[in-house]
């Protein structure tokens, strides 16, 4: 590298040489489309088919893909598209709100927890605890105290993962708070509250990010699962687990009422992972090279 290049690069504000590094790397390319494809298809679902998802049509129920019905119908002659464009918006809306509530409180608690020692202990303890348990089997825990429903959902599993990001915060504070810097800051008489907003959650913020990528995709495997043991979205409310639910019954004469569903499912979690995993070699220092 040139030193005109070197200038060049050092002159560029951060966002815009994560944006460029970005851009370079396949799995963040690749993963941003698709990711982008299940969010349009959220917003201008209605305007892609003129079908409601609770309509009936006993006369069409369980016909096949056709002109009428791109992905044909249910049990109950309700047009299986736009079931299923409902359920991303249903999915999309529980990954979104799981990841805005685990980075809160991952990030209140792996700050309290990596920067005073005290509170270090009993903390992570009650966090160990909790990842104790199977993530699905918790949430079905959970879901049973509470009750089915989408918000309930959002509840459980935002407590079944906000230890994972607790754990990811925490080794970064633990790291951080000794550095030469956050020492300079401390003697020269900044408070804790000061030291933390200005030093040490933007250091916090790149970890963050991937693990809260890999969060939503978590969340809406999870919220499948729920949906599709009957603890998650109540039916008639589309949702792709209990889409597949109502499908598993009629697998030998109308399988695709299991395949199309299951193939959003496996499309939006693939992307989610693959910007995650890009994400995450976009951000390595270690990478940079």
């Given at each position: 590298?040139?030193?005109r290049q070197?200038?060049?690069?050092?002159s560029?504000?951060p966002?815009?040489?994560f944006?460029?590094?970005?851009r370079?790397?396949?799995?963040a390319r690749?993963g941003?489309?698709?990711?982008?494809?299940v969010?349009?298809?959220?917003?201008?679902g209605?305007?892609i088919?003129?079908?409601?998802?609770q309509?009936?049509d006993?006369?069409?129920?369980?016909?096949?893909?056709s002109?009428k019905?791109?992905l044909g119908t249910?049990n109950?002659?309700?047009?299986?598209?736009?079931r299923i464009?409902?359920g991303?918006r249903i999915?999309?809306?529980v990954?979104?709100s799981?990841?805005?509530?685990?980075t809160?409180?991952?990030l209140v608690?792996?700050?309290?927890?990596?920067?005073?020692?005290?509170?270090?202990?009993?903390?992570m303890?009650?966090?160990?605890?909790?990842?104790?348990?199977p993530?699905?089997l918790?949430?079905?825990?959970i879901m049973a105290?509470?009750?089915?429903s989408?918000?309930?959902?959002?509840?459980a599993l935002?407590?079944?993962y906000?230890?994972r990001v607790?754990?990811?915060?925490?080794?970064?504070?633990?790291?951080?708070k000794?550095a030469?810097?956050v020492?300079a800051?401390?003697?020269?008489?900044?408070?804790d509250l000061?030291?933390?907003v200005r030093h040490?959650i933007?250091n916090c913020?790149?970890p963050?990010l991937?693990?809260?990528?890999f969060i939503f995709a978590?969340a809406i495997l999870?919220?499948?699962?729920?949906?599709?043991?009957?603890?998650g979205?109540p039916?008639?409310?589309p949702s792709?687990?209990?889409?597949?639910?109502?499908g598993?019954t009629?697998m030998?004469?109308?399988p695709?009422l299991?395949i199309?569903?299951?193939l959003?499912i496996?499309?939006t979690?693939?992307g989610?992972?693959?910007?995650?995993?890009?994400?995450?070699?976009?951000?390595d220092?270690?990478?940079?090279?």
């Open positions: 590298m040139t030193d070197v200038t060049r690069v050092r560029e504000r966002f815009m040489v944006l460029r590094r970005a370079r790397n396949r799995l690749v941003f489309i698709v990711v982008t494809i969010i349009l298809a959220a917003i201008f209605p305007m088919t003129p079908y409601d998802p309509d009936m006993f006369m069409a129920r369980l016909s096949g893909p002109a019905h791109w249910d109950y002659g309700r047009d299986l598209l736009s464009l409902g991303t999915s999309l809306a990954g979104a799981v990841m805005a509530a685990t809160l409180l991952g608690f792996g700050l309290l927890a990596g920067y005073y020692k005290s509170l270090d202990g009993p903390m303890r009650v966090m160990d605890a909790m990842m104790a348990f993530a699905t918790l949430a079905v825990a105290a509470l009750g089915p989408t918000s309930n959902a959002v509840y935002a407590i079944v906000t230890p607790v754990r990811v915060v925490r080794s970064t504070v633990l790291t951080i000794n030469e810097y020492q800051a401390r003697a020269q008489g900044a408070t000061r030291i933390l040490v933007p913020l790149s963050l991937v693990q809260e990528t978590y999870a919220e499948a699962g729920l949906s599709f043991v009957g603890a979205s039916p008639p409310t792709w687990g209990n889409i597949l639910s109502e598993r009629y030998r004469e109308a695709w299991s199309f569903p299951g959003a496996a499309a979690v693939l989610l992972n693959l910007t995650g995993d890009g994400l995450r070699d976009v951000l220092p270690r990478m940079k090279k």
